[in-house]
């Protein structure tokens, strides 16, 4: 369980809307802000975002960014949603407080939870709305402005969970091409036509993690199989070389795309890859790494055969092994 603390507050001016929760209340006076300056949604993406370790709601939607000016507070809050998801949590349930003078907020609270809880996915009952006024003490009870505050309960998912394990399809080639570049700088990453003729050739040595909500490749592992015992340059570029009934399996990349990093899914690739390989009857599994990934990989059950015969983007690269 992870636990996430939100608050806000806005001045009241003439001549805004009043947005609480994703509803307009009326009133004489509205919030003043960047966006629609809706106070109780920005305390629950606070809150959210603090108990996945996400960071805070000005560093991923500035108040000097235009693309955010006077947006609906509901569209920043399914972004938070997405990538509380994509961090491999789910929302549990949200409590909150409005703290104002006027207006009253009871006719308001059940439609606020009911908008919220459409914006992040979850049932109405998981978020509570509650409000108070603050006695007319301090500038909420002066009518100056309007104070929320959020907490949140987000659970991690199991891998399993989260993600379906299984073969690439023909027709995600693209798709694992895109990924690629997005995951390797372009010296060291292969080409879309080269990522496209190795899923042509060679579908059953890919894994990929396919992401259960958002139905999209999140990650992937894949080489091509051989009886050779040494890595070459010549097995990222050519798929002909595949040997389906090959001894060993010369992996040609690792990638996570970054909203799903340092979650586990990498180290969770190579442990089901290699069982599922060892089950074939191969007898190792065959990498290049640089140097500053060595110790990943030592981590993953690899051991360092020391300097690779490769000089793949003009780069110095370990040859690791992992024998089963």
């Known amino acids: 369980m992870r636990i996430g603390l939100g608050c806000d ?12 929760g994703g509803v307009e209340i009326p009133h004489d006076k509205g919030l003043y802000g960047h966006s629609d ?37 509901l569209i920043l809050l399914e972004e938070t949603a997405r990538r509380v998801r994509a961090a491999g949590l789910e929302i549990e349930n949200i409590d909150t407080i409005i703290i104002a003078e006027k207006p009253k907020m009871a006719p308001y609270k059940q439609m606020m939870a009911q908008k919220m809880a459409a914006a992040l996915g979850i049932d109405e009952k998981r978020i509570n709305v509650k409000a108070k006024t603050n006695e007319k003490m301090g500038f909420t009870g ?39 570049r997005i995951c390797f700088p372009p010296n060291e990453a292969c080409s879309r036509k080269m990522m496209i003729e190795r899923v042509s050739a060679a579908p059953e040595t890919f894994l990929v993690a396919e992401d259960r909500t958002a139905g999209k490749i999140a ?28 001894a060993n399996v010369m992996l040609l990349g690792l990638d996570v795309l970054p909203e799903y990093r340092n979650r586990g899914l990498a180290r969770e690739l190579v442990r089901i890859f290699a069982e599922r390989e060892k089950a074939r009857g191969r007898r190792a599994l065959i990498l290049t790494c640089l140097d500053n990934k060595v110790n990943m990989y030592e981590k993953f059950g690899f051991t360092d055969l020391g300097l690779a015969n490769s000089a793949w983007g003009g780069e110095e690269w370990h040859e690791m092994r992992f024998a089963f």
Do not use: W
């Not at 998912?157 to 895109?178: C, G, H, N, Q, T």
């Not at 015992?229 to 050519?238: A, G, L, V, Y």
């Open 142 to 180: 002066n009518e100056e402005g309007i104070e929320t505050r959020a907490i949140a309960l987000l659970c991690e998912k199991s891998l399993a969970e989260r993600f379906v394990f299984r073969e690439i399809k023909k027709d995600e080639a693209e798709e694992a091409a895109e990924i690629e």
């Open 9 to 20: 507050t806005h001045r009241l001016v003439e001549g805004r809307k009043l947005i609480l």
């Open 219 to 246: 990650g992937f592992l894949n080489g091509i199989a051989t009886d050779e015992e040494k890595f070459r340059d010549e097995f990222f570029t050519d798929a002909k070389l595949h040997n389906q009934s090959g």
């Open 37 to 73: 300056a809706d106070a109780l949604i920005h305390a629950v993406i606070d809150a959210l975002l603090g108990a996945a370790a996400l960071g805070d709601i000005g560093t991923l939607f500035p108040d000097n960014d235009m693309k955010y000016k006077d947006i609906s507070s």
